[in-house]
């Protein structure tokens, strides 16, 4: 069993930038595919960024060039940097964990942009 603890979400005003964080407990963090997905209001839960255990990173298109995803295999840990944010980026931010059996959550960090 692998929990996840989202942490650094928050208010921020537009073009500003946050980094959030995704803690995990267990011993084999390496071996997982790690993401970030975002769930605004009435809309359908979407894949931000991912970076798989060899390191290869994805990003939606809406983000890239702003967004910067990460991981530190000894800290277990995966990080978000979040940079120009934008009102449309505002959304419950979830951190996502899996491999070929396995499929985890965090419970998700607020983050909200104002215009």
């Known amino acids: 069993q692998v929990q996840l603890v989202e942490s650094g979400g928050g208010l921020v005003q537009a073009g500003g930038s946050l980094r959030l964080s995704c803690a995990a407990s267990?011993?084999?963090?390496?071996?997982?595919?790690m993401g970030w997905y975002r769930q605004a209001p009435g809309k359908q839960r979407e894949l931000v960024a991912a970076?798989?255990?060899?390191?290869?990173?994805n990003y939606a298109d809406s983000v890239k060039g702003r967004f910067t995803i990460s991981r530190d295999n000894a800290k277990n840990t995966v990080y978000l940097q979040m940079n120009s944010l934008k009102p449309e980026d505002t959304a419950v931010y979830y951190c996502?964990?899996?491999?070929?059996?396995?499929?985890?959550w965090g419970q998700g960090t607020q983050v909200t942009v104002s215009s």
């Open positions: 970076v798989t255990s060899g390191g290869s990173t």
């Open positions: 267990g011993s084999t963090f390496s071996a997982f595919a």
């Open positions: 996502n964990a899996r491999d070929r059996r396995h499929d985890y």
